[in-house]
T-cell receptor, first 109, second 113 residues
Framework: DAKTTQPTSMDCAEGRAANLPCNHS???????VYWYRQIHSQGPQYIIH???NNETNEMASLIITEDRKSSTLILPHATLRDTAVYYC??????????FGAGTTVTVRA | NAGVTQTPKFRVLKTGQSMTLLCAQDMNHEYMYWYRQDPGMGLRLIHYSVGEGTTAKGEVPDGYNVSRLKKQNFLLGLESAAPSQTSVYFCATLSDRGTYEQYFGPGTRLTVT
């Protein structure tokens, strides 16, 4: 599976959009981009996934570049409860997730 | 529904002792996974199962064994615990191929002294 590169940490103001970048330049055609988050040592929580097209659900939006070498997770209106470690994962169709260190997002009031 | 539960929540072992971690799910999911998470690190896959009676190795399987005798349970065994196995262990489930959301349990915090 392709490796991903994410910033170590980022801050966001409450109520503003949080844009989390992820670089996956070696992604192959059958690999999906997944985003999970982990709030304070709890089990990770699925957020969203995509292959080629942009995706949106009740939690977030996922923007994937046309060449698929990078993506951005957007939390449209960040709240204090969104403070967490966010993991960008690229995985082929065998469902074995490989978590890196992720981005620690701190939402500030 | 309880979802994914893990037993025990906490455990302290001495080096060389053995123990079994239990993961139970009531969602009738086919796939089950065991991950470990060391402090400040991401999760790493230990073993997984694609259905009752099956198991397979993940990224870091050494020192662990697993069994999936019943669809709803996935057991992780440490035969001779070592301090390097001090970690938080997470179990996860996945419904089947074609779905993408893994459901995680609350974790088991294991310390080996």
């Amino acid at each position: 599976d392709a490796k991903t590169t994410q910033p170590t940490s980022m801050d966001c103001a409450e109520g503003r959009a949080a844009n989390l970048p992820c670089n996956h330049s070696t992604i192959s055609g059958n690999e999906y981009v997944y985003w999970y988050r982990q709030i304070h040592s709890q089990g990770p929580q699925y957020i969203i996934h995509g292959l080629k097209n942009n995706e949106t659900n009740e939690m977030a939006s996922l923007i994937i570049t046309e060449d698929r070498k990078s993506s951005t997770l957007i939390l449209p209106h960040a709240t204090l409860r969104d403070t967490a470690v966010y993991y960008c994962i690229v995985e082929s169709n065998d469902y074995k997730l490989s978590f890196g260190a992720g981005t620690t997002v701190t939402v500030r009031a | 529904n309880a979802g994914v539960t893990q037993t025990p929540k906490f455990r302290v072992l001495k080096t060389g002792q053995s123990m079994t971690l239990l993961c139970a799910q009531d969602m009738n999911h086919e796939y089950m996974y065991w991950y470990r998470q060391d402090p400040g690190m991401g999760l790493r896959l230990i073993h997984y199962s694609v259905g009752e009676g099956t198991t397979a190795k993940g990224e870091v399987p050494d020192g662990y064994n697993v069994s999936r005798l019943k669809k709803q349970n996935f057991l992780l065994g440490l035969e001779s615990a070592a301090p390097s196995q001090t970690s938080v262990y997470f179990c996860a489930t996945l419904s089947d191929r074609g779905t993408y959301e893994q459901y995680f349990g609350p974790g088991t915090r294991l310390t080996v002294t």
